[in-house]
């Protein structure tokens, strides 16, 4: 297996291979934001202004806003909350907002740091329920402050009453005993005295603590130095939907996020050109870059746009075939790829023109029995013609099935196409038997006998079993990958051709917009207009020298390109630079055109 550490995404990576699934999800937060915000209830908030003072602060020193913390901290505990219910109730008629609905409505905040205001904050269906509520809370707030001073200081206060009381009792004690004892002796009235004038000072001593907690009480209860009662409520308006838009795209980017990159660690893809190469231990041939096909869904950017980034990759692409035609004698080529939406038969043809443009006689055999997508990108008679399965039948001839391609015939290029036949016979039945296998393998090196490069579009070989027997049957194996291809698919394309012995020579790397145009084509007939009379060719003799080509226009004479490349009378475009011919540029258009 290979090590996938490589193909690693991130986050910022991974958003971005799955676009289109992260634009989703945020649109669909933002439909859902739009909905809410939409069909929500109107609701209305009010809002008071408490200033408190700390009775203490002349005597501590604890910074103001922490004073002012604890207070809000006050106004937000339960206690308020159930107060505030009960002063509700007291209401005619009461607004009937309950404890729960005050906790988790009621927003204080601080004005500023260094600030003893606070903001008390309420919002309610309706404007008078929304002001009635936040006094309740304010009213409430006063309430418990009161009712915890004085259960503070209801102890203290009892204990000096207490006290208060005996010494009045005394004190009328003694009285009566000195009034009693006139006549007494000096001691006994002394000693009388000084009891009263020790109750007297604790007496004066508990009245002056008394008073003293008394103040201590009345301030704890003025701790609200000023109350600013809300006059209005206003309605939720653009603010608090713009936030909501905003909540909902960040959770929505947020999951998208996470979904992408989940997608992309669970099923490594490629996204770049270079990456299949660690894969199928072969080497890129062509980065391929999408192509908008201006004739409609043909996608044959060598013919029609010859000066194309995609037509120059497909030649290079070809280039690097020819020279390991040269090099290594590979004169059967099978192409192949792990899907059948991987734009196969797409490159197969534009590889094939590239290669005929060159000078290559150059032969393409369509191997996909099913959906035949090279011969219907090629030539729109091709699918009901006799082919390859015809011949190796006996029930047609190699002059019947050899048919040169269009677009090749009007370039004055050497390429000519094999189709798959009209047979009816599935392809397991027929590479069921060895008799076919073995007659396509004769067929197979006798056309390469007559050919300089036989090229084969093979179907997707994790998809359809022949694909591998056509495989087999070659010198060497490309490859196309698309762009964003599974890691897993590769893997196991290369280890499908290590069974057979085939290595890969190279691969194209396949971008999505060249893909999309293939899929579209395989359904429709392509757009080549020929005589079907025009169809048959006569069987080639042996390969030709390099550079050789039939001659489309037999009385005309070779013409020099600005490149001082000598062309075929029958080429209209230079193959080496791609330039038109100074006599076709110059033809005026004939009528009807």
């Known amino acids: 297996m290979t090590d996938t550490a490589a193909f690693e995404p991130s986050l910022v990576g991974a958003i971005w291979r799955d676009r289109r699934l992260v634009a989703g999800v945020l649109v669909a937060s933002l439909a859902l934001a739009i909905v809410y915000a939409v069909t929500r209830p109107a609701l209305y908030t009010a809002t008071a202004s408490v200033l408190v003072e700390d009775p203490h602060a002349q005597g501590t020193s604890d910074p103001p806003e922490r004073y002012v913390a604890d207070q809000a901290a006050v106004l937000r505990s339960s206690n308020v909350a159930r107060e505030a219910v009960a002063i509700d109730q007291q209401r005619k008629p009461p607004v009937g907002l309950s404890m729960a609905y005050y906790l988790k409505h009621a927003v204080v905040s601080a004005s500023a740091r260094d600030s003893n205001f606070m903001r008390v904050s309420l919002s309610a269906s309706t404007p008078t329920a929304a002001k009635l509520g936040v006094d309740n809370v304010v009213q409430a707030y006063k309430s418990v402050l009161r009712s915890d001073a004085q259960t503070k200081f209801e102890g203290t206060l009892n204990q000096i009453d207490a006290e208060l009381t005996r010494i009045d009792a005394e004190l009328s004690g003694l009285t009566q005993q000195i009034k009693a004892a006139p006549s007494a002796s000096a001691a006994v009235l002394d000693g009388l005295d000084v009891q009263q004038r020790q109750l007297l000072e604790r007496q004066n001593t508990l009245q002056v603590e008394r008073s003293s907690i008394a103040r201590q009480l009345d301030q704890a209860t003025r701790t609200v130095a000023l109350y600013d009662r809300p006059e209005k409520a206003t309605k939720a308006g653009l603010l608090s939907s713009v936030r909501t838009l905003i909540l909902a795209l960040v959770l929505g980017g947020i999951v998208a996020g996470l979904l992408a990159y989940v997608r992309a660690t669970r099923k490594p893809t490629f996204f770049r050109a270079n990456e299949p190469e660690l894969v199928l231990g072969a080497p890129l041939l062509a980065d391929v870059p999408a192509y908008d096909s201006p004739s409609g869904p043909l996608a044959l950017p060598v013919i029609e746009r010859p000066f194309s980034p995609t037509a120059h990759a497909y030649r290079y692409a070809a280039a690097s075939i020819d020279i390991q035609r040269v090099s290594a004698g590979i004169r059967r080529l099978t192409v192949t790829s792990a899907g059948a939406d991987d734009g196969r038969s797409t490159a197969t043809a534009n590889i094939a023109l590239a290669l005929a443009a060159s000078g290559v006689h150059t032969l393409v055999m369509d191997g996909d029995l099913e959906s035949q ?187 020099t390109c600005s490149c001082n490349r000598e062309n075929p009378p029958g080429l209209t475009n230079c193959p080496r630079c791609g330039r038109r011919r100074p006599e076709a540029l110059a033809r005026p258009r004939a009528a009807g055109d």
């Open 373 to 559: 997508g090279l011969s219907r990108l090629l030539r729109r008679d091709l699918v009901d013609h006799p082919g390859w399965l015809d011949l190796v039948a006996g029930r047609s001839g190699l002059t019947d099935v050899l048919v040169q391609v269009p677009a090749a015939k009007a370039e004055g290029l050497p390429l000519d196409v094999l189709a798959a036949g009209k047979t009816t016979t599935s392809a397991a039945e027929f590479f069921a038997a060895d008799n076919s296998r073995r007659l396509l393998e004769v067929l197979l090196a006798e056309l390469a006998d007559h050919y300089d490069v036989v090229i084969v579009d093979a179907p997707p070989l994790l998809q359809v079993t022949h694909a591998a027997t056509l495989a087999a049957g070659a010198d060497s194996v490309l490859v196309v990958v698309s762009h964003g291809s599974g890691l897993a698919d590769q893997e196991e394309i290369g280890r499908r051709l290590r069974l057979i012995g085939r290595a890969p020579m190279g691969y194209l790397y396949i971008h999505p917009e060249t893909k999309r145009l293939t899929r579209r084509s395989a359904p429709r007939s392509a757009v080549l207009p020929v005589p079907v009379d025009d169809a048959r060719v006569a069987v080639p003799g042996p390969a030709a020298p390099r550079g050789a080509r039939p001659s489309a226009v037999p009385n005309a004479s070779p013409w």
